[in-house]
């Protein structure tokens, strides 16, 4: 069984893991090229993420028959550097486009 002082500390670290701007709510400066999509502000990794999906959504870029591919229109493209990702690579493209 943890003591209390194992249990206090446990605590302590998972507060200190979760605080806003660290991880992935750390803020980060996006490219010009992904900017286009998200904006030019500062915003935490998650934000950026977001943000991307909601655009491919009002811009319908999902392949209809296979929801898992985008396909890019202008803007993507130039982030991506293809016409067409899946949504497991697309993270790998956008940290490119990201700066701390």
């Known amino acids: 069984m943890a003591t209390a002082k194992q249990e206090e500390g446990a605590k302590k670290a998972a507060t200190k893991q979760t605080k806003e701007g660290t991880g992935i709510h750390a803020p980060v400066q996006p490219s010009k090229e992904l900017g286009a ?7 935490p ?3 950026v993420i977001s943000k991307v999906w909601a655009y491919i959504k009002s811009n319908d870029l999902q392949n209809p028959e296979n929801k898992r591919e985008i ?4 803007n993507l493209k130039k982030v991506f ?4 990702v899946t949504m497991f ?12």
């Open 81 to 84: 550097g293809k016409d067409r």
């Open 89 to 100: 690579e697309m993270n790998k493209y956008i940290a490119a486009h990201l700066k701390a």
């Open 71 to 74: 396909v890019a229109d202008e």
């Open 45 to 47: 990794r998650s934000e």
């Open 37 to 43: 999509v998200v904006g030019d502000d500062r915003l």
